[in-house]
């Protein structure tokens, strides 16, 4: 028997309830307003790799869809291009980075992310590339809860880390708009093209697996960077150690 559109709605919201981010010990910090500034830098460097690989999969995504649902979900892709580079969900990213005094282009660099943030990021995208189109739109639907935390977090902003400049928290202002805009979109792309229980099933599977993507890419700014570490010389010797025991 299928659930109804109400039931999946709540079944959806559970596991959110249970696993999005937000819950994420390192976004609590965040809200707590005691991430150091250079913790908070990480973050944004990290999370902006996440961002740049939203239009890329959204592209592979696109490449799959009916042709009703391709026309819609391509301005997905251009809300963060935008029509050049001044403008756009990935340029107000990059406002972000400056108001949390990131030099200029080292978002770009990508020398502060860490291998688990590219992994998890990365495992979003191959996730898309390499199951059909429901499943895919089903991954995005943890954006029913991206408008409450861009709330929270701007307030947490505001509140706690006074020193970012404001201008850089116009990308949370925009996109607590659009991720109930697209939320709302995908659940109905999903409802149209849902037979069976086992459909709705996937669409709950498809969201708990994104959840386990934003938690490891938070876990990942947690660990200690390759560059912090001691020297190289400290941990390996510069020759060869035979194993004990050894002729
Ligand atoms: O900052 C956040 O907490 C957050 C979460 C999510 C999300 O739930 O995946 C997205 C975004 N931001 C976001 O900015 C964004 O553009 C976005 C696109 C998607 C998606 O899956 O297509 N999620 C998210």
């Not at 756009?88 to 282009?105: I, K, Q, T, Y």
Request: one cysteine or more; proline letters at 6%.
């Amino acid at each position: 028997m299928m659930w109804t559109s109400a039931e999946l709605e709540s079944r959806l919201l559970a596991v959110l309830a249970r696993s999005y981010h937000h819950r994420h010990p390192f976004n609590r910090r965040m809200h707590d307003g005691t991430l150091t500034p250079d913790e908070l830098r990480v973050w944004v460097a990290n999370r902006y790799y996440y961002q740049q690989c939203i239009p890329v999969k959204d592209s592979l995504l696109l490449a799959k869809l009916p042709e009703d649902a391709r026309r819609e979900w391509i301005t997905r892709v251009l809300y963060h291009d935008g029509p050049d580079r001044e403008h756009g969900g990935l340029s107000a990213w990059r406002a972000l980075g400056r108001a949390v005094g990131l030099p200029e282009g080292m978002l770009e660099s990508h020398d502060l992310l860490r291998p688990g943030a590219r992994f998890a990021t990365d495992a979003y995208v191959n996730f898309v590339r390499d199951h059909p189109w429901f499943d895919g739109v089903a991954s995005s639907l943890t954006e029913l809860y991206a408008q409450r935390i861009m709330a929270v977090r701007t307030v947490a902003f505001e509140t706690h880390y006074p020193w970012v400049e404001p201008e850089g928290l116009a990308y949370f202002r925009s996109r607590s708009r659009q991720a109930g805009v697209e939320a709302s979109g995908a659940l109905r792309l999903l409802e149209e093209h849902t037979r069976t229980q086992a459909d709705q099933e996937r669409i709950v599977a498809a969201v708990e697996f994104k959840c386990s993507v934003l938690w490891s890419l938070l876990d990942a700014l947690d660990a200690v960077a390759p560059e912090d570490l001691p020297d190289d010389d400290d941990l390996m010797p510069s020759e060869p150690v035979a194993p004990r025991g050894s002729a």
